[in-house]
């Protein structure tokens, strides 16, 4: 089981555009998962949910705005990224056409994720600003 010290060292540092996915598929198993949840094409023409959240790690890691944050936000945005759909694959909803949708899954996600992070140790309100994020994610749209 990693702990939160562990976990920090998967948020590569500043100027970094490496990470090391494996490790942080073995951090957080239930991203395994995420490799075989399909997505609805119209949305993630990418695919499946590991290939949109690696994606959505190497804009972020991009960003000159990430590069300028201290170390405790780069993990809190970068943790949030990583787990930012960690619930698809147990909301996946297939509909007789065929269109695919993930009902809830950013606030199941962010349940999923405290508990993880939790059981790491994480700080409390860093913690609960990574899960806030996770919640959130959509509301854009």
Not at 72 to 93: N, P, W, Y
Request: glycine share 4%; aromatic share 8%; charged share 25%.
């Amino acid at each position: 089981m990693w702990n939160w010290k562990k976990i920090q060292t998967l948020v590569p540092p500043s100027g970094t555009a490496e990470v090391d996915f494996a490790a942080c598929l073995d951090a957080f198993p239930q991203l395994e998962k995420a490799k075989l949840t399909p997505q609805d094409p119209v949305y993630h023409a990418e695919g499946d949910v590991w290939t949109h959240t690696q994606m959505v790690i190497r804009a972020l890691l991009d960003d000159a705005h990430y590069a300028q944050l201290d170390q405790r936000d780069r993990e809190t945005v970068f943790l949030a990224a990583l787990l930012h759909d960690v619930a698809k694959c147990s909301t996946t909803v297939i509909a007789d056409d065929g269109r695919i949708s993930q009902p809830g899954h950013s606030r199941k996600g962010a349940v999923d994720a405290r508990i993880a992070l939790w059981e790491a140790g994480a700080p409390v309100l860093q913690r609960e600003a990574i899960c806030r994020l996770i919640t959130v994610h959509q509301v854009p749209f």
